[in-house]
């Protein structure tokens, strides 16, 4: 972030508010109804633990999101446990002196990591390829996580800016230009004299760039190095209409097109059209927002993916 940024009273009046949130907030609880039952019983003599040092230290920022959300269903703790698997996390899981070993593969690329799946007693793998990977029994879908792990304090917030404040953008992305398959999106929604579009390649703050999700009619989704981004959690998470083109890995549980996102064509040629005909027809553009949200809370919420995680480990105590 430049010096000019840093002296704006924008950057200190999200700060300000980003503050208030979290002291205002009282941490996430597990969701109400879970959607993977689990045996709680089984899950008593059940203890994972969670690496201490992480193969390439920006995991953390994932990984104890997982880890916080999985310690609130089975005792866990922070040890020596060896990584030596490019872009895998690996953490222990035991029950009656025996010990598994379960992968968390969160790469960014389509390509199972064969050394680590070979290894694994259960290997999740998040970007998830299409097709998938043929015939094997240890790998399952591995969802996907939040940014940060500031969304729970934020989300009631930003939920009520999405309910009840008027919107401020008609179309809104922030990407970085690095990835030349979005060059071309965000030219034809910058040429579009059809709506206002609220974005670029212009970085802000998480808290920031929340808010300016909360109050836009329709986010943009586009890929990075991998199909599936943080940004698209983060959206769902607060509910959103979603436009952008199809993944090319899935979700543990698949987002279905016009439900839960709207898929435009692979190479952006109805983009505008999309943009146009959902800022006109408010109740599609309402649907999507409740549905999206719907689906994370379901499935994508921490305490969901949690059981998810220990309803597939389950089948290693039979």
Not at 52 to 80: C, K
Not at 213 to 236: E, G, K, M, N, Q
Not at 279 to 305: C, K, M, T, Y
């Amino acid at each position: 972030m430049n010096l000019q940024a840093l002296l704006s009273p924008q950057y200190w009046s999200g700060r300000a508010v980003d503050a208030y949130w979290r002291w205002q907030t009282a941490p996430g609880k597990e969701p109400s109804a879970l959607t993977w039952p689990i045996d709680r019983e089984l899950l008593r003599e059940v203890t994972i633990t969670w690496p201490a040092v992480y193969e390439w230290a920006p995991f953390a920022n994932w990984g104890e999101q997982i880890r916080v959300a999985l310690s609130q269903f089975v005792t866990t703790s922070v040890g020596d446990v060896p990584q030596p698997f490019k872009g895998v996390i690996v953490f222990h899981l035991t029950h009656r002196g025996r010990r598994f070993r379960v992968n968390v593969e969160v790469s960014d690329y389509l390509d199972l990591n064969e050394e680590a799946y070979e290894q694994a007693d259960l290997h999740f793998k998040m970007q998830y390829r299409l097709e998938g990977y043929g015939s094997r029994d240890r790998l399952v879908p591995g969802g996907y996580v939040n940014n940060h792990p500031d969304i729970y304090a934020f989300l009631p917030h930003l939920r009520a800016l999405r309910d009840t404040a008027p919107p401020l953008y008609d179309v809104h992305g922030r990407f970085g230009l690095s990835f030349e398959v979005r060059r071309r999106a965000l030219e034809i929604l910058r040429a579009s004299s059809a709506f206002q579009f609220m974005g670029g390649q212009t970085k802000v703050r998480y808290g920031s760039f929340l808010r300016e999700v909360a109050r836009s009619r329709i986010c943009i989704d586009l890929p990075s190095y991998s199909p599936i981004t943080f940004r698209l959690i983060d959206y769902l998470a607060i509910g959103c209409c979603v436009i952008g083109p199809p993944h090319q890995s899935r979700l543990h549980v698949p987002l279905e097109d016009r439900v839960h996102v709207v898929y435009c064509k692979p190479d952006y040629s109805d983009l505008e059209e999309l943009c146009v005909y959902y800022l006109r027809n408010e109740p599609a553009r309402r649907a999507l927002v409740q549905n999206s949200r719907r689906f994370f809370d379901s499935f994508l919420h921490g305490g969901q993916l949690a059981a998810y995680y220990l309803s597939h480990c389950s089948r290693l105590l039979a």
